[in-house]
């Protein structure tokens, strides 16, 4: 499906280090986006990855794509408290955008 | 610019009841979703409106769940009758939609309805 699939479902690191997650699909995309919840609020969106790019930086903010094994990766350096949240990825097909089930990043103090 | 905003942030109805929720998008854009998470799991699409127009409504679940986007602005998702598996978080959200039918809009979101079914 398209959905995309986040791993790992949770994880937990120590304030400055860095938080990697996956996410990987099953179909042909234009774009790759992820996003990030707040308990109780609505997702934001932080970085999108078109499908003929590889690599992208937004601030503190790396995100892979590797198309020919339909995955990408989401690297967030220097963690800091404000960073514990849920993250999703979305791959996009046309119109359609398909979220999984996220990964849960907590960040301790 | 004002964001995507939900009505109500909670309700609470019992099983058979009506409840209605409503979303206005961020003005001037086009699309707008509805998506569903269930507690645990993933965000699940409901529908797309393009305008007033519904583009893929492919995630209704049935026939209990009505979308409608009258005039192209605000929406409304209607669930009659309530079942206790639709309760969840309700989020909408919208984005522009250019002539060029650009799919790098990123989505905005509400900060969701969450429905409880007693």
């Known amino acids: 499906s398209q959905q995309g699939e986040e791993d790992p479902q949770a994880l937990s690191i120590q304030e400055g280090e860095n938080a990697t997650m996956n996410c990987s699909y099953k179909t042909s995309i234009n774009n790759l986006q992820w996003y990030r919840q707040n308990s109780g609020r609505g997702l934001v969106h932080l970085i999108l990855?078109?499908?003929?790019?590889r690599e992208k930086h937004s601030g503190r903010l790396r995100v892979t794509l590797d198309t020919s094994k339909k995955s990408s990766s989401l690297l967030i350096t220097a963690s800091r408290a404000a960073d514990t949240a849920s993250y999703f990825c979305?791959?996009?097909?046309?119109?359609?955008?398909?979220f999984g089930k996220g990964t849960r990043l907590h960040i301790l103090p | 610019e004002a964001g995507v905003t939900q009505f109500p942030s909670h309700s609470v109805i019992e099983k058979g009841q009506t409840v209605t929720l409503r979303c206005d998008p961020i003005?001037?854009?086009?699309?707008l979703y509805w998506y569903r998470r269930v507690m645990g799991k993933e965000i699940k699409f409901l529908l797309h409106?393009?305008?007033?127009?519904?583009?893929?409504e492919s995630g209704m679940p049935n026939n209990r769940f009505l979308a409608e986007r009258t005039g192209g602005t605000y929406s409304t998702l209607k669930v009659q009758p309530a079942e206790l598996e639709d309760s969840g978080v309700y989020f909408c959200?919208?984005?522009?939609?250019?002539?060029?039918?650009?799919?790098?809009?990123?989505?905005?979101f509400g900060n969701g309805t969450r429905l409880t079914v007693t």
């Open positions: 990855i078109r499908s003929n790019e």
């Open positions: 979305a791959p996009r097909r046309d119109d359609k955008i398909i």
């Open positions: 959200a919208s984005s522009q939609r250019g002539l060029a039918r650009s799919y790098n809009s990123p989505l905005h």
């Open positions: 409106f393009v305008k007033e127009s519904k583009q893929d």
């Open positions: 003005s001037g854009h086009d699309n």
